[in-house]
């Protein structure tokens, strides 16, 4: 059975769903016997078929192994089930038909003989009430059966899978493998007579609302047909990345759906996959045309609150064009002077001037409006840092607005702090914050670039390291001509820590050219233009 498109899914609001029960109790209420005496109303039968409504908004199966994977996707998704299929897990062959077989019956489908132990596989029977089992599996061929042995008799109990219906009670039907077509439909006749031969569910309870994403592995096959069994909507995410694909990200934004399932252990953990999902039910995308921060060349041009919005974007626009790359996304960052250090305490004795919130959205929304990345250039004081990057919490909360700090240029008090470095400690926990912040929203991943032109200046840096929300950029600092930029460069970049990318700010003094001095090997990430 193909993907089911998301365009034939139809999701019902829940409020909706509600109110047609409510309206059908009320009318249930107002019929009675012509003599008004109430009558006895006999209990429902349980459906054979029963989906179970997952309680949260989104849950990753993430078993490795495919049988126990099979076997989470039954557990979580189905209450009830009369018929199951069952197909042997190393029976490669007989996946196509088991799928189609389970999606035209609503029936989870289960693998034997895998990691999974016979007594969880017969524990799962047994809970969902299971009565028939369409095992999977060819006929015997005539010249491998030896007539003289009666054990040998054809069986659907010789297979792992028939011997874990037969220890479950379980009435077998079979189904060979060939029933399916190239189309993994199963053949018409074929239908008829599996439908015949297994007791009939009448009308299944499915799922409402929720949405499967899928990244089809082999042996996943029985996972993503009892997902589908289960009444779910799957839609494929290749490699599990839900960031690298706008579309995924487009339609995510569209469904809204109930619930969200990630089918696979390529999904990633729990906390990551929701915060994956959030942003992309939010629908914002990063100037790059996903929710990858990378690949990418962000090209930085610095601006502050009295600048004009609109000269600014049209400059980092323009700017951006030299220092192009084939093959990688440009991307114009407007980089904003919030705060630096200062020389005199202030009112607040932090050492720091704060430009106001209000001074700097302009800017901030004009290069958002345009497509241009953020970067707020945020100083360090007495204070722990991630205290000043906190006070542009409303503006980091946008999505593409990212943070830069200065680690030489701060002001210390000589006892928490120290003047001209900022510790690894101290960038640690404004990685944490912006991740918090990043995940809270629902945005894309954020970017932390921290200025440098000695290593020393931030002690312990190769404790750093980005997060799935944060992406971290060293970059070397301007310092002077091109000889001492590229002496900056050769010490900034050495021993950089994994999963840190390397920025590059070139002479001081811009000039016309100046693209020519950008190092090539490796390419930085990050370029500021002025």
């Not at 899914?9 to 249930?28: D, E, K, N, W």
């Not at 792992?160 to 993994?184: H, M, N, T, Y």
């Not at 064009?321 to 005199?344: C, G, N």
């Amino acid at each position: 059975m193909g993907v089911v498109p998301l365009r034939t899914a139809r999701f019902v609001p829940r409020a909706i769903t509600v109110l047609i029960g409510v309206s059908a109790l009320a009318l249930a209420g107002c019929s009675g016997p012509g003599d008004g005496q109430p009558s006895q109303s006999a209990v429902p039968p349980s459906p054979a078929v029963a989906a179970q409504e997952p309680t949260s908004h989104t849950m990753v199966l993430d078993a490795d192994d495919t049988a126990e994977l099979a076997l989470t996707a039954s557990q979580v998704l189905f209450q009830r089930a009369d018929v199951v299929v069952l197909a042997s897990a190393d029976a490669t062959t007989a996946m196509p038909a088991m799928s189609a077989a389970a999606v035209e019956l609503h029936a989870p489908a289960l693998l034997a003989g895998g990691s999974t132990s016979d007594a969880g596989l017969g524990a799962e029977l047994d809970r969902l009430g299971a009565s028939t089992a369409v095992v999977v599996e060819a006929e015997p061929h005539p010249l491998d059966v030896d007539p003289l042995e009666p054990s040998a008799s054809p069986s659907a109990t010789d297979s792992a899978a028939g011997q874990a219906a037969a220890s479950a009670g379980l009435d077998v039907v079979r189904l060979d493998p060939d029933a399916v077509g190239p189309d993994g439909e199963l053949d018409p006749v074929d239908l008829e007579e599996l439908q015949a031969s297994v007791p009939s569910t009448g009308e299944p309870q499915l799922l409402s609302e929720v949405l499967a994403l899928t990244d089809p592995q082999p042996g996943q096959e029985a996972a993503i047909a009892t997902v589908q069994a289960a009444g779910a909507v799957t839609y494929e995410v290749p490699g599990g990345d839900l960031g690298a694909d706008a579309d995924a990200i487009q339609m995510l934004d569209d469904a809204q759906a109930l619930t969200v399932v990630g089918v696979g252990h390529t999904f990633g953990d729990a906390r990551t996959f929701a915060w994956k999902v959030a942003a992309a039910e939010r629908g914002a995308l990063l100037p790059t045309g996903n929710h990858h921060l990378f690949p990418g060349r962000y090209v930085t041009t610095s601006a502050g609150p009295g600048d004009v919005p609109e000269q600014v974007v049209a400059r980092a626009a323009a700017d951006a064009e030299e220092y192009r790359l084939e093959d990688v996304p440009l991307v114009p960052t407007v980089s904003v002077t919030a705060s630096s250090a200062s020389w005199y305490q202030g009112d607040d004795g932090d050492w720091v001037d704060e430009a106001a919130i209000e001074d700097l959205e302009p800017l901030v929304a004009a290069a958002r409006d345009e497509g241009q990345y953020v970067l707020l250039e945020i100083g360090a004081g007495t204070a722990p840092l991630v205290e000043e990057v906190r006070t542009f919490e409303p503006l980091l909360s946008l999505p593409g607005v990212g943070v830069a700090i200065h680690p030489e240029k701060r002001r210390g008090d000589g006892v928490t702090t120290t003047s001209n470095q900022v510790s690894a400690d101290e960038i640690t926990a404004v990685i944490e914050y912006l991740a918090d912040v990043t995940t809270h929203e629902g945005l894309p991943p954020t970017l932390l670039v921290i200025h440098q032109t000695r290593p020393d200046s931030v002690p312990a840096r190769d404790q750093l390291r980005s997060s799935p929300q944060v992406g971290v950029v060293i970059q070397a600092d301007r310092t002077g001509g091109a000889t001492t930029g590229e002496w900056v460069w050769n010490e900034v970049s050495r021993d950089v820590p994994p999963t840190v990318e390397l920025g590059w700010s070139g002479p001081s003094a811009v000039y016309g050219g100046a693209s020519a001095l950008v190092p090539a090997d490796p390419a930085p990430v990050l370029v500021a233009a002025s």
